[in-house]
């Protein structure tokens, strides 16, 4: 009987989602994935002529409101998290938990936010974030950071 090599497991993968867990979009799994960002934002989340997804620049100077630093962003990005931040408050409570989770990171400039925090404004429990973008499976790109 021919012994096989017990598969190495990366200590990363053992880790679990909590509360205090951090989540953000991954930009590179859109890029490697069959989904356009672009139709997902107009027939997904029905945005439709309320923003403009054919900006042509191509960068756009950001400053931070707390610490006032310079930042160059994405136009595109920024376009989305402008419209994202402005949305009615019900909004992501009346889509998917997955696309609510979504819209709250694009409208926090893709700043990593807890599960706690993403709870609060999408009024689900963290508990629920945590078991539905917490697990192995990728939601429009949304990933914990699980740190060493």
């Known amino acids: 009987m021919a012994k096989s ?7 990363s993968m ?7 867990t951090r989540f953000y979009i991954d930009y590179d799994w859109w890029d490697k994935s069959d989904l356009d960002l672009k139709t997902y934002l107009l027939t997904r989340l029905d945005i439709g002529e309320d923003i403009n997804l ?13 610490t006032g630093e310079v ?14 931040s ?6 992501v409570t009346r889509t ?19 599960a706690t925090e993403i709870a609060e404004k999408v009024q689900r429990s963290p508990r629920t974030i945590i078991k539905t973008m917490g697990g192995p499976k ?3 790109g949304v990933r914990p950071i699980l740190e060493d």
């Open 86 to 91: 402005q949305v009615p408050d019900d909004f």
């Open 54 to 66: 054919e900006s042509e620049t191509d960068e756009v100077d950001l400053v931070d409101a707390e």
């Open 96 to 114: 998917s938990l997955v696309d609510a989770v979504f819209c709250v990171l694009l409208a926090n400039a893709n700043k990593p936010m807890t």
């Open 71 to 84: 930042s160059r962003v994405d136009g595109f990005q920024y376009v989305v998290q402008a419209y994202f």
């Open 14 to 20: 053992l880790k679990r989602a909590t509360p205090d």
């Open 138 to 140: 990728i939601y429009q």
């Open 5 to 11: 090599p017990r598969p190495k497991l990366n200590p």
